[in-house]
C-alpha cells in the first residue's frame, strides 16, 4: 500500500547564491531595457521625451524590482525530498506548492545555463505524467543538484510505480 502523500511546506532553502544570481538576472534585463530605450532616445529626436520618460519609468519600477524580489523569492522557494514524494514551493507573488509522488516519476534532470555557472547553481527538474508540468527546483548549489538527481533516481529505481 502506498503512504498517503499531503500538501506541507518543504523544509529546505534554495542556496542563498541564488539571491545574487537572481538579482544578476534582473539587471541584465533591466540594462538591455535600459539601453535599447536610450539609444532609441539619443537616435529618434522626435520621440525623445516620451522614449526618456519610458526609461524614466523602467528603471522607476526597475531597480525596486531588482533587489526586493530576489530577496523574496529566496524566502519562498523551499523543496524537499522523502521517500514517498518530491515538495516543492516557488514563486514570487503568485506562490505554488507542488507534491510529485515517487511512483509517478518518469525523468530526472538538472540544467545549468551560463549565468548559474557563473554563480555554481543548476536547477532539477522533476517530470511526471502531471498535466501541471514538472516540477523545478531552482537556486541549488551544483554538487547538491548533482546528489539529489542521483538521489532521487535511485528511490524512483527502488518504487516501482506506473509513473502514468
Do not use: C
Not at 22 to 31: F, L, P, R, Y
Not at 50 to 75: D, E, N, S, T
Not at 102 to 113: A, C, E, F, L, N
Request: charged share 20%; glycine share 6%.
Amino acid at each position: 500500500m502506498e503512504a498517503q502523500v499531503r500538501l506541507r511546506p518543504p523544509t529546505n532553502m534554495v542556496d542563498p547564491r541564488a539571491k545574487r544570481y537572481w538579482m544578476a538576472g534582473e539587471a541584465i534585463s533591466n540594462g538591455v531595457v535600459t539601453l535599447v530605450l536610450g539609444l532609441l532616445a539619443f537616435l529618434i529626436e522626435p520621440a525623445r521625451p516620451w522614449l526618456l520618460l519610458a526609461l524614466g519609468v523602467a528603471l522607476l519600477i526597475g531597480i525596486p524590482y531588482m533587489i526586493i524580489m530576489p530577496i523574496w523569492r529566496f524566502r519562498v522557494h523551499r523543496w524537499e525530498i522523502t521517500e514517498d514524494a518530491v515538495y516543492t514551493r516557488s514563486g514570487w507573488l503568485w506562490q505554488e506548492w507542488r507534491i510529485a509522488p515517487m511512483s509517478r516519476i518518469q525523468t530526472v534532470d538538472t540544467k545549468r545555463g551560463p549565468l548559474e555557472q557563473a554563480y555554481r547553481l543548476s536547477r532539477v527538474t522533476v517530470t511526471t505524467a502531471s498535466a501541471a508540468g514538472p516540477l523545478t527546483i531552482k537556486g541549488l548549489d551544483h554538487e547538491v543538484a548533482a546528489d539529489l538527481a542521483e538521489k532521487l533516481t535511485e528511490v524512483t529505481q527502488a518504487n516501482r510505480g506506473d509513473a502514468t
